[in-house]
């Protein structure tokens, strides 16, 4: 299971969530072996490549691609406008000396941290279902913890609101 708590921007939720689980499909049985800073790039490619598969990717980086261009996509996609960057760059629609211009661009406008387009977090909704069935409505949040191995406040997070059944230690 992976889990990511933050009260960012569903953009950055989205490519954190897809990157780690780049990190459990490709690195799980070369955590110890592998070269960090070449494990951080592989889970980006694949975050990259999950959030928009090239097929998808070659659809969408047509024409000259400058940072309103990037936005559209962002709006459209739900991926931020760096992941996008990367995206193109990674598929060979533009160039290190493009890419290195659009990081500038992202820079002067203050959009390296605080990018346009309002991408709104998402909240899961399959866990809460799996939990109110095998746990009752509201699901029993303690039950739930001591049987899957999880904290009660990440089953929490992950599938409800409520704290636990009222009445349930």
């Known amino acids: 299971m992976i889990s990511y708590f933050s009260a960012g921007s569903g953009d950055r939720q989205r490519f954190t969530t897809a990157h780690e689980l780049g990190h459990l499909v490709l690195h799980p049985a070369r955590r110890n072996g592998l070269d960090a800073k070449r494990a951080e790039i592989e889970a980006h ?17 047509t ?12 709006k459209r996609w ?3 406008i760096q992941a996008l960057i990367n995206r193109a760059y990674d598929l060979g ?7 290195e211009s659009l ?25 809460r279902a799996m939990l ?24 929490a997070v992950l599938g409800t609101r409520h704290c636990d059944r009222p009445g349930t230690p």
């Open 45 to 61: 490619r694949f975050a990259g490549a999950f959030l928009l598969p090239r097929e998808r990717a070659e659809e969408a980086f």
């Open 63 to 74: 024409g000259p691609l400058m940072l309103r261009e990037f936005a559209a996509l962002k």
């Open 78 to 80: 739900g991926v931020s």
């Open 93 to 99: 629609h533009i160039d290190q000396p493009r890419r």
């Open 103 to 127: 990081y500038k661009q992202l820079g002067a406008r203050g959009w390296r941290t605080n990018e346009p387009v309002v991408v709104h977090a998402e909240q899961p909704t399959l866990m």
């Open 132 to 155: 109110g069935r095998k746990y009752g409505e509201p699901p029993s949040l303690i039950q739930a913890s001591e049987e899957l191995g999880a904290s009660p406040r990440a089953n």
